[in-house]
């Protein structure tokens, strides 16, 4: 009897998972007794990215094309529809920075207005640990941040990071939230393709934003997606 290939075991671990999985959760499901290698998950990362008969739907989130047009039904996604990726994507990449948060033992917030997008096979609302911010600051600025599409908290309920998810919209308005929460001792992220790292850099570096400049960082979505994998931290930092 032929033995079974590492393609064929990876494509019977998504079939049997859904017809999708992670990248990371392929990492847990697949058994590699019998593969010999001693970096399986990068094994795990060509497979997935070679074979015809598994295709991407986002940067780390894979499904088999014999189940494509059921996993999409799922998704609601309509590949090819801007507005149907754009709400996909947005809450997809909501959902990594909040699994990334609480893994690093922060209270994860999303906004209210979000709870119900989807992040892969759950909602928003199920995986965040609130939509109500703490009472850590003034209204008027706690209204700023209740739009901000994740913040992380540490045990003293002060923010440690606001994140701005930039798929389309105008990164200007993000920036401007930023500055405006700009006396909190708290890292600001924009994330985005990397297609956009020029746009971010022309909006940033504007005399408005000078306060700031140096306190804003761009992070890609392969950036988000490595360190939710559980990729090594460069330098010993978070990023």
Request: proline share 3%; hydrophobic share 35%.
């Amino acid at each position: 009897m032929r033995s079974i290939t590492q393609e064929q075991q990876v494509i019977e671990v998504l079939r049997d998972a859904g017809g999708y999985a992670t990248l990371r959760r392929l990492n847990e499901l697949v058994d590699f007794t019998t593969w010999g290698t001693k970096t399986p998950d990068a094994s795990i990362r060509r497979i997935v990215q070679n074979s015809p008969k598994i295709f991407k739907i986002q940067p780390g989130l894979w499904a088999l094309e014999e189940m494509r047009d059921v996993v999409l039904q799922h998704f609601d996604l309509q590949l090819g529809n801007k507005k149907s990726v754009e709400q996909f994507s947005h809450g997809y990449y909501q959902g990594l920075l909040v699994e990334i948060g609480k893994f690093r033992h922060h209270t994860t917030y999303v906004p209210a207005q979000d709870q119900n997008k989807l992040f892969i096979d759950k909602r928003l609302g199920e995986i965040t640990d609130t939509t109500e911010l703490p009472d850590f600051t003034y209204d008027d600025l706690k209204r700023r941040a209740r739009t901000i599409d994740v913040i992380w908290f540490n045990e003293r309920n002060m923010p440690s990071d606001f994140y701005e998810v930039e798929h389309t919209t105008d990164i200007k308005n993000s920036l401007t939230k930023f500055y405006e929460l700009q006396d909190f001792n708290a890292g600001f992220f924009i994330v985005a393709d990397s297609s956009r790292k020029k746009e971010y850099e022309d909006k940033l570096h504007v005399s408005m934003f000078s306060p700031i400049e140096n306190r804003v960082k761009f992070l890609n979505y392969k950036q988000v997606v490595n360190l939710y994998e559980g990729l090594k931290m460069v330098d010993g930092s978070i990023w």
